[in-house]
């Protein structure tokens, strides 16, 4: 039954015993609807395989919820009972949601800003570096995770995973019928470790990297995954719905389907957690009313305000080009050039994802299946991540055509990435004082200018690249 | 009188008293006709005061070439005599041509890769500063100069300029009516000294930078001050026409006079030097069928190949930004970056301009004073000089999403920038043999890799920035 206590945007379960023959997975409908004080939220169930039907349902509020559950066959049919929604404790903030059109907050508004990474199939790997992985994760500077569903077959990736996530017949091909709750409950477990890390789970739902057929499902079996996947996942907080990787590279799959494939995520998800879409060279149109906020794959972190004015959304750029040295150039930058897009984006009023793709011995590249990080950026990205932590939303302020200041209320950033001027004057306004830092965003120090500016200030600057300046109103 | 025997390419200059009173600059028409064989060409002549009237030729054949004059005033009409053109001495290989369409030759077929520098308003510094910079030039890699006709108002140039253009009347204002000889004279002089030294002159007729009035002059007095320009300079060989610097920041110039000034130097020069214009944001349409080649300023090289695609001319990227420290960020990349840009341009079949702005304390800065340089990329563009002169024109050959392949008959070069592989495979024809080198394009060193390469070539690399192959057919 239902447990009795469960905590504010933690995970409710009711489970229930009900028909193992036959296709639970096809002839069964079952749910919940979830009722607290005037609302009534309606919920997929899901079958887990051994006769077990369960329910899961992420309460918002705090006090009692009743359910009562409704399913075509009886014993699954017309139950009912209730909880006591507790506070959240510790580290809960609830999930992620779009605030102040260009940016994100936790659901208790607490500040959110996605400092995301990559390690697209960490969840295939087996225990040994799975456990590695999330060892990694707990010093990394990272609260954001993408990571697919399906396993993937690449470059650097021809391992067999544990799991599939259907039944696999005795010719080796799939039941696409039949659903493998095994490989579904471990890919909950991990993003149950994740959230417990406090680490938001990019959930990337198709991708076209696969020799299983994974990316060529019919599309009654994308859907009826679709729906499955949700009723499974979406009372997990830290989940993100990302309809793709590379959507566009899926050659099975056209623009109709991706529009259906959101408006089913958005349909069942009694939750409504944000959902995106990522792109390889083609952008998905993120102005459609289903995306909650843009994920982009591009390389020019320059047009992250254009991309803000055409989507009126928040900007995710979740890859930009990894620090690494494999042979692609998505892969070969260098420590210092995915900091420097890291600062141009974040200090543009996007947000910008990691990724490492070192060359190693054992094929384990962090981009794909975790491991530990061998690069020189995340020290740098935990330094940006305090700075924006510690500073307001960034949005635009005024640019001239030789200068870019963004920031919030009594609050600049402005940066000079690859430019290094000897000095510049900076247009503050006139009727304030302001203290000004100079950030060098490589070395990772902080000085803070003698005195305070108000009007055209002229800064001395180190005439080195990658510098930034920090300017608060002090009065 | 005509000079009894000029080189070929050289300058013929015939020299007739007449009248100086009145307004010569405005009353008088003068010019020769300079006949070789079946050939005629019409010359426009010049007044260059104190009674003295001159007509320039540039013969561009060896043998008896004969002239006749015609004016308004009897003193100039109808002198006649003839010279000798012979042939062409030491460095002289003619003016510079288009060729194959993306590239440029000398007109004697010698090769000519155009390297460039920019120091706008050099020849207005004075003796000690002129003298000096020509000293620079002597050592440094460039063979081509981008210069203003007229001095330059701007941040670190405040200083007034020895002549100007016009006579100057007793309120300060110009007599837009009368030319001041003594200013053409000098600019003569130093681009006569360019030539001796090998640099083609890319000479900017126009530009916004203004505070004496050069900028907004009435239509006739632009028209009348261009084909002055083109009378006096057209027989000088290392002239090129560059219509404007930043012609769209030019308020007081529509579409329509940039047009017209085209037209005008079209006509009236003899020689039909290489015509082009010089953009800030928005390019003049280079497929206009006056412009021989493109003048632009971009700082993303990448774009290149879409340009050459798009005009179907030489694409000269005279200003990608300039090493240096100064405020503004067109003038303070790294060495690295310009080298780097440099490169990028080259290894796709266009031709990248260096140009240099480091803050001094007397405001000499190279990119419009000239002096001595102080920066690091001088050294690596001169190495790049000598691959790129040891090598075939360089157009597109294939290119796959990750690589990009460009060169000639029998020769490769690729460049890989800011990205690092640590080995990539390089697809190369089965039926030939190669040799591989790899230039670090920083360090300026060049290691042949062992054996020869055929087919699908793994290439291990060092994993490092600003790395090149240059590859060449061995049977």
């Given at each position: 039954m239902m447990t009795q206590q469960v905590e504010k945007w933690g995970t409710a379960e009711l489970t229930l015993e009900g028909?193992?023959?036959?296709?639970p997975f096809i002839d069964i409908e079952w749910g919940a609807s979830f009722k607290h004080r005037h609302r009534v939220v309606n919920v997929d169930g899901f079958y887990d395989g051994d006769g077990e039907y369960k329910v899961r349902f992420m309460p918002d509020a705090e006090g009692e919820w009743t359910y009562t559950t409704h399913s075509n066959v009886s014993a699954l049919n017309a139950q009912s009972g209730s909880f006591e929604c507790t506070a959240a404790q510790?580290?809960?903030?609830?999930p992620v949601r779009v605030f102040q059109t260009y940016h994100f907050v936790y659901e208790d508004d607490t500040s959110y800003f996605p400092i995301g990474t990559t390690?697209?199939?960490?969840?295939?790997?087996?225990?040994a570096l799975e456990t590695q992985t999330l060892e990694t994760l707990?010093?990394?500077?990272?609260?954001k995770m993408r990571m697919c569903v399906f396993p993937k077959h690449y470059t650097f990736n021809k391992n067999e995973p544990e799991h599939h996530a259907f039944e696999t017949l005795e010719d080796g091909s799939?039941?696409?019928?039949?659903?493998?709750p095994a490989f579904f409950q471990h890919l909950e477990h991990r993003i149950g470790d994740l959230r417990d890390l406090g680490i938001e789970a990019d959930l990337i739902?198709?991708?076209?990297?696969?020799?299983?057929?994974y990316s060529t499902m019919p599309p009654e079996v994308d859907d009826r995954y679709l729906r499955y996947l949700v009723a499974r996942?979406?009372?997990?907080?830290n989940v993100w719905w990302s309809?793709?990787?590379?959507?566009?590279?899926?050659?099975?799959?056209?623009m109709q389907d991706w529009d259906r494939f959101f408006r089913i995520v958005q349909t069942y998800d009694p939750h409504q957690h944000l959902r995106s879409v990522h792109n390889c060279r083609e952008f998905y149109d993120?102005?459609?009313?289903?995306?909650?906020?843009c994920s982009i794959q591009h390389g020019?972190?320059?047009q992250v305000n254009a991309w803000r004015e055409q989507y009126r959304k928040p900007v995710v750029?979740?890859?930009?080009?990894?620090e690494g040295n494999i042979q692609h150039d998505w892969g070969n930058i260098t420590a210092q050039e995915l900091t420097r897009r890291f600062w141009e984006g974040f200090s543009l009023g996007g947000y910008v994802g990691h990724g490492e793709t070192y060359l190693d011995p054992d094929d384990?590249?962090?981009?794909?299946?975790?491991?530990v990080l061998h690069g020189q950026s995340p020290d740098r990205i935990a330094f940006l991540r305090k700075i924006i932590e510690a500073g307001a939303l960034v949005d635009p302020i005024e640019a001239t055509w030789d200068l870019k200041q963004s920031g919030g209320d009594g609050y600049r950033l402005i940066y000079f990435g690859i430019h290094r001027p000897g000095f510049k004057e900076i247009p503050l306004p006139e009727e304030h004082d302001y203290t000004i830092e100079i950030i060098d965003t490589w070395e990772m120090t902080i000085k803070q200018l003698e005195g305070t500016f108000s009007g055209r200030a002229r800064v001395e600057l180190?005439?080195?690249?990658y510098i930034a300046l920090r300017i608060h109103q002090v009065d």
């Amino acid at each position: 039954m239902m447990t009795q206590q469960v905590e504010k945007w933690g995970t409710a379960e009711l489970t229930l015993e009900g028909p193992a023959e036959g296709n639970p997975f096809i002839d069964i409908e079952w749910g919940a609807s979830f009722k607290h004080r005037h609302r009534v939220v309606n919920v997929d169930g899901f079958y887990d395989g051994d006769g077990e039907y369960k329910v899961r349902f992420m309460p918002d509020a705090e006090g009692e919820w009743t359910y009562t559950t409704h399913s075509n066959v009886s014993a699954l049919n017309a139950q009912s009972g209730s909880f006591e929604c507790t506070a959240a404790q510790g580290d809960n903030h609830g999930p992620v949601r779009v605030f102040q059109t260009y940016h994100f907050v936790y659901e208790d508004d607490t500040s959110y800003f996605p400092i995301g990474t990559t390690c697209y199939v960490w969840n295939h790997q087996g225990e040994a570096l799975e456990t590695q992985t999330l060892e990694t994760l707990k010093s990394a500077p990272f609260n954001k995770m993408r990571m697919c569903v399906f396993p993937k077959h690449y470059t650097f990736n021809k391992n067999e995973p544990e799991h599939h996530a259907f039944e696999t017949l005795e010719d080796g091909s799939f039941d696409f019928e039949r659903f493998n709750p095994a490989f579904f409950q471990h890919l909950e477990h991990r993003i149950g470790d994740l959230r417990d890390l406090g680490i938001e789970a990019d959930l990337i739902l198709f991708h076209p990297y696969d020799r299983w057929g994974y990316s060529t499902m019919p599309p009654e079996v994308d859907d009826r995954y679709l729906r499955y996947l949700v009723a499974r996942l979406a009372a997990y907080r830290n989940v993100w719905w990302s309809m793709a990787n590379e959507y566009d590279l899926m050659r099975a799959k056209t623009m109709q389907d991706w529009d259906r494939f959101f408006r089913i995520v958005q349909t069942y998800d009694p939750h409504q957690h944000l959902r995106s879409v990522h792109n390889c060279r083609e952008f998905y149109d993120h102005n459609k009313p289903w995306v909650t906020h843009c994920s982009i794959q591009h390389g020019d972190l320059a047009q992250v305000n254009a991309w803000r004015e055409q989507y009126r959304k928040p900007v995710v750029v979740d890859e930009c080009a990894y620090e690494g040295n494999i042979q692609h150039d998505w892969g070969n930058i260098t420590a210092q050039e995915l900091t420097r897009r890291f600062w141009e984006g974040f200090s543009l009023g996007g947000y910008v994802g990691h990724g490492e793709t070192y060359l190693d011995p054992d094929d384990i590249l962090w981009w794909s299946k975790g491991g530990v990080l061998h690069g020189q950026s995340p020290d740098r990205i935990a330094f940006l991540r305090k700075i924006i932590e510690a500073g307001a939303l960034v949005d635009p302020i005024e640019a001239t055509w030789d200068l870019k200041q963004s920031g919030g209320d009594g609050y600049r950033l402005i940066y000079f990435g690859i430019h290094r001027p000897g000095f510049k004057e900076i247009p503050l306004p006139e009727e304030h004082d302001y203290t000004i830092e100079i950030i060098d965003t490589w070395e990772m120090t902080i000085k803070q200018l003698e005195g305070t500016f108000s009007g055209r200030a002229r800064v001395e600057l180190p005439g080195t690249p990658y510098i930034a300046l920090r300017i608060h109103q002090v009065d």
